[in-house]
């Protein structure tokens, strides 16, 4: 086992981030990269949350064990607590709120996938890596963080450290960024 899932568990973190997450007003989703764990996909197909892949066509077809899932984490659902326990500190996803349809956020979390460069090349964007998510919501302005989160009124993810919950909440219209200390 990864020293850092270890650390985390052992230190009772994931607990806080469970209740974090199970304390949210909003309905809660979280969008999982299958590719980082070959666990991850039978564990989404064994569970009974809605769930759809964010691959579309062709692309859904072929990459569909490597793909990102969207899940609605309906209350009660058995799967926040493995994928926190599991995936905490692994970078398996992020989470996010909406009050939104889940096919609405679905078709805008689509449209985040592919992106296109200034010299007009259409790339890969992997905004449901936590790595990649904090880095690209801390380097954007206002106008542009609002844009990104749409139908998403917050998004959380695991800080780096993991001891923390980095989120990104839309509030009065402007984007407010802040960090859970969940460490114990």
């Known amino acids: 086992m990864p020293s850092s899932e270890s650390s985390i568990t052992s230190r009772g973190a994931v607990y806080p981030v469970l209740s974090t997450l199970r304390g949210m007003a909003l309905p809660l989703y979280a969008v999982i990269d299958a590719a980082r764990d070959q666990s991850i996909l039978p564990l989404l197909l064994s569970s009974t949350a809605p ?68 010299g007009g090349k259409t790339l890969y964007f992997r905004f449901f890596d936590p790595r990649v998510l904090r880095t690209t919501l801390a380097a954007m302005d206002p106008a542009e963080s ?31 960024a802040y960090k859970v200390q969940i460490s114990v």
């Open 146 to 176: 609002s844009d990104f989160l749409g139908l998403v009124s917050s998004y959380m993810v695991e800080a780096d450290p993991p001891e923390a919950m980095l989120c990104w909440s839309m509030e009065g219209g402007r984007v407010h």
């Open 51 to 118: 769930r759809a892949c964010l691959f579309e066509g062709e692309h859904a077809q072929t990459l569909s064990t490597h793909a990102a899932y969207l899940v609605h984490l309906v209350q009660g659902e058995p799967l926040l607590a493995t994928l926190v326990q599991r995936g905490w500190g692994h970078s398996w996803g992020v989470y996010l709120t909406s009050n939104q349809p889940f096919d609405a956020l679905l078709a805008q979390l689509r449209r985040r996938v592919w992106v296109r460069d200034v």
